[in-house]
């Protein structure tokens, strides 16, 4: 084999090589990435399912309130 054709060689290797390990990183990080969506996403909805029950047990006081002052 020539020089140019083991240098050329060489090159590709490392090229694909450094191409394949570059995508298999990109991959990796975007799943972490949707992984920590899906649990901020929980976290949200876990926060809001709080939110209404205290907006519903304050809506509950507030109708036992007012049907003590005008009885229905």
């Given at each position: ?12 290797i490392i090229l694909s090589t ?7 990183y990109l991959q990796k990080k ?43």
């Open positions: 084999m020539s020089r140019i054709a083991k240098v050329t060689l060489v090159s590709v450094g191409t394949i390990f570059g995508v298999h975007e799943k972490e990435a949707m992984h920590a969506g899906i649990i901020r996403d929980k976290e949200r909805k876990h926060e809001r399912l709080k939110q209404n029950q205290l907006e519903h047990e304050r809506q509950v006081m507030l109708r036992k309130e007012y049907e003590k002052i005008q009885p229905i």
